[in-house]
């Protein structure tokens, strides 16, 4: 056997072993448009991961990961996904924030900030985005002063993730004042469990918030907690967005795969598998899933991958509406219960959006695939 199929093999008998007991209601549970589900649960289980060693498999292991090759990261991610374990809590903080300190930390942040993480006691989000800079991150706005040893920070970010989960966010904030575009920022890590702090939960089209505002009115912390030097933020934030294409995408696909075979058989099951117009709609999605696997395992442009999962996963809601039939259209109880293909229809349309919109990718791609003209900027 070689070492990966070990690796697999250890990791499939931990699942099937302790995804038992109170912890087999969980299966399923949580991800994108669902992150509300059993939170404090899927937290329990997450530390469980820890305590056996299951968290931050990629890191080295002096940060105590088990510095899994990246064939061992995707048997992990496939696995845990077969086992259809629940969504994790923390992969903010163990697959971006963890390896950005790992090359840019500080000896002190690496003792701070990973042991926390990888025994999923501290939760993270990320503090980009901004009501006027998204897909434009450089026009952050966001500001943050050096007083008396500590950086006070003052501004607001938006569509933060998990925020009103986590105790800590990274921010990318404007250091020096007057500075424009990709200078003058800084990568700075600030505890969100303090005065100056205010989280508000945005409601989703999917009626449950998993995203927030998050306003700094004189939000403090330690003149230490900068990754990078200051005004060198724009590089560590890139190199954060670099960890972010990760090795997950394949257990993503085991996810895809699940709701395409649920759909082929309630297809088959209420009759509009007869229908000639569903069947080649289900035909393609399953050549494009094929297509999929076929570019994750022989590794493929990251916009192009971006792109094509996005929009075949916001089509494969439409086309789980059409197979529903008419009444999917409506909730099914009040005050907005939505079922798994409702809910796939409405949270689906967010991921042409985020980690870059299409637009954005198309605009990577005719640039720095295709050599074509850069479009003008600001
Ligand atoms: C589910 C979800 C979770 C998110 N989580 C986080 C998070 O945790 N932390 C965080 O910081 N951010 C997060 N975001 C924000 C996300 O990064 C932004 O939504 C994204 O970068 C787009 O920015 P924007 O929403 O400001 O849209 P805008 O940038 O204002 O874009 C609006 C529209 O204009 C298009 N557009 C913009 N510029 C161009 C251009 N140059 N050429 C052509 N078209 C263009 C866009 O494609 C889009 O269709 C999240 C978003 C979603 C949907």
């Not at 056997?1 to 995804?19: C, D, N, P, Q």
Request: contains cysteine; hydrophobic residues 40%; proline residues 5%.
């Amino acid at each position: 056997m070689s070492s990966v199929e070990e690796f697999r093999a250890e990791i499939r008998g931990w699942l099937k072993t302790h995804l038992s007991g109170s912890f087999a209601a969980l299966k399923g549970r949580g991800g994108p448009g669902r992150e509300h589900e059993a939170f404090a649960e899927r937290l329990a289980w997450e530390r469980h991961l820890a305590a056996h060693g299951w968290t931050c498999v990629g890191w080295p292991e002096e940060y105590g990961g088990r510095g899994a090759s990246i064939e061992e990261q995707i048997a992990f991610h496939e696995e845990y996904a077969l086992a259809d374990a629940p969504a994790r809590v923390n992969h903010i903080g163990e697959q971006l924030l963890g390896p950005t300190l790992i090359d840019h930390g500080t000896e002190e942040q690496k003792a701070r900030f990973l042991p926390p993480i990888r025994a999923v006691e501290e939760l993270w989000c990320q503090g980009y985005s901004e009501p006027g800079a998204g897909s434009d991150l450089a026009a952050v706005r966001t500001r943050a002063a050096l007083e008396d040893g500590r950086w006070v920070v003052n501004g607001q970010k938006i569509w933060t993730s998990l925020a009103h989960e986590s105790q800590w966010c990274f921010v990318l904030a404007r250091t020096e004042p007057g500075s424009r575009r990709h200078a003058g920022l800084s990568y700075l890590l600030v505890p969100l469990d303090r005065p100056g702090v205010e989280i508000r939960p945005i409601v989703q089209l999917t009626g449950t918030s998993e995203f927030n505002e998050v306003f700094f009115d004189g939000a403090v912390t330690d003149a230490a907690n900068v990754v990078g030097a200051p005004g060198d933020g724009w590089r560590i934030a890139m190199a954060t967005l670099g960890y972010e294409r990760g090795v997950s995408t394949l257990g993503q696909q085991v996810g895809f795969r699940r709701e395409l075979d649920a759909l082929v058989t309630l297809a088959r099951r209420n009759g509009a598998a007869a229908d000639p117009a569903v069947r080649d709609r289900l035909t393609r999605a399953w050549t494009g899933l094929e297509a999929m696997r076929a570019a994750a395992l022989h590794g493929t442009d990251p916009s192009a991958a971006k792109l094509y999962w996005s929009h075949w996963h916001r089509d494969l809601g439409e086309l789980a509406l059409e197979v529903c039939g008419p009444a999917a259209t409506l909730a099914a109880g009040a005050p907005y219960e939505l079922d798994d293909w409702q809910r796939l229809f409405l949270f689906s349309r967010a991921d042409t959006v985020y980690a870059g919109s299409s637009e954005i990718q198309r605009n990577i791609i005719a640039e720095r695939v295709l050599g074509l003209p850069k479009e003008p900027r600001p």
